[in-house]
């Protein structure tokens, strides 16, 4: 690596002189990200994922518990009934995320996002 002084005038010297002053700044006067509102086409692609997935999972679970002891039909009905009450769950959780008031938006009664993540972290 080469040592040079940022007083010669090299640019990428310069810029990283200016990129390393603007990183430490503190934390306190950096502006947050705001939090934009779903579309709907993001809220419809979510609940349809959801739903696929759920089912999706409970048939591969109860195919491979057929295979493995022999009972057919029995695993595969049971487990893709699991999987779209898990689905059904999904889309309610996500569904009453959204009638949540302005004041509170993005925030649960628990003290957790949408995402499960908690709001201080």
Do not use: C
């Not at 090299?10 to 990183?23: G, H, Y």
């Not at 689905?87 to 309610?92: A, C, E, L, Q, S």
């Amino acid at each position: 690596m080469n040592n040079r002084n940022t007083a010669t005038g090299d640019p990428f010297d310069v810029r990283l002189a200016q990129a390393e002053q603007r990183l430490s700044l503190p934390k306190k006067n950096r502006k947050k990200p705001v939090l934009t509102g779903d579309s709907s086409l993001n809220i419809a692609l979510r609940i349809a994922s959801d739903l696929i997935a759920g089912i999706a999972v409970g048939l591969a679970i109860g195919y491979e518990l057929d295979r493995w002891t022999g009972h057919k039909p029995l695993f595969i009905i049971v487990f893709t009934i699991l999987g779209m009450g898990a689905g059904m769950r999904n889309v309610w959780r996500v569904v009453n995320v959204m009638n949540v008031p302005a004041d509170v938006a993005g925030t649960q009664k628990n003290g957790r996002d949408q995402r499960g993540q908690r709001i201080d972290d």
